[in-house]
Every structure is written in C-alpha cells, then in structure tokens.
C-alpha cells in the first residue's frame, strides 16, 4: 500500500512544504500578516465603495438614517485597517528590537 503514496511537496512552491526544515515561527507570523494586510485592504476598498454608493443612494433618496448607517460602515471600516495596519507595524517593530541586524526578519524573511 505503500506504493500508492506520491509525495506532492516539490510540486508547489509553498514555504510550508518542510516546516521542520529551516521554517519558523517568524516565517509563519510573516505569511499571516502579508495576508492579513492584503486582505484587509482589499476588503477596506470594497466596504468603502458600498458605504459611497449607500451614501450617495441616501442623498437622492432623503433618507437620513441611511446615510447615517453608511457613514458608519465607512467609519468602522477604516478604523477595522488602523487595527490591522497598526497590529503590522508592531510586529515589526518588535522584529527590529529582537533581531537588529536585519530589520525585515519577521516581516519578509529570506525562504531558502
């Protein structure tokens, strides 16, 4: 039954494929927060657009409380990226603390 079992690791080029080969904690925190980034970014963009088009919907129409809720959204929104932008730079700001000779150790660390 063993020779049924193909090994796929080298087929991608993902940074897990041997964790326990030279990959870190650090190299981990790295790819959550580049994602984490790019996603809150993205979803910034689109929550932004949909409270401009409430926004402006609210306008035409009259309705106050609309563009109250959209004002709202819009205003989360923005502080839900501060948090997230905010969570990047510490990260990397305890990364030149603790490893001062390179200062992208934690936040683009050099895969091998």
């Known amino acids: 039954m063993n020779n049924l079992v193909i090994s796929i690791e080298s087929s991608f080029?993902?940074?897990f494929n041997s964790f326990g080969g030279g990959r870190t904690l650090a190299d981990i925190v790295s790819l959550i927060l580049n994602g984490a980034l790019a996603i809150a970014g993205v979803a910034l963009l689109i929550i932004l657009i949909g409270a401009g088009f409430t926004i402006i919907g609210s306008a035409g129409k009259g309705k106050p409380d609309d563009l109250t809720k959209a004002t709202k959204v819009a205003t989360s929104a923005l502080i839900g990226f501060i948090i997230v932008f905010a969570a990047?730079?510490?990260?990397q700001l305890i990364g030149n603390i603790f490893i001062p000779g390179s200062p992208d150790a934690i936040i683009s660390p050099k895969f091998n």
């Open 13 to 15: 080029n993902s940074p």
């Open 88 to 91: 990047y730079l510490i990260v």
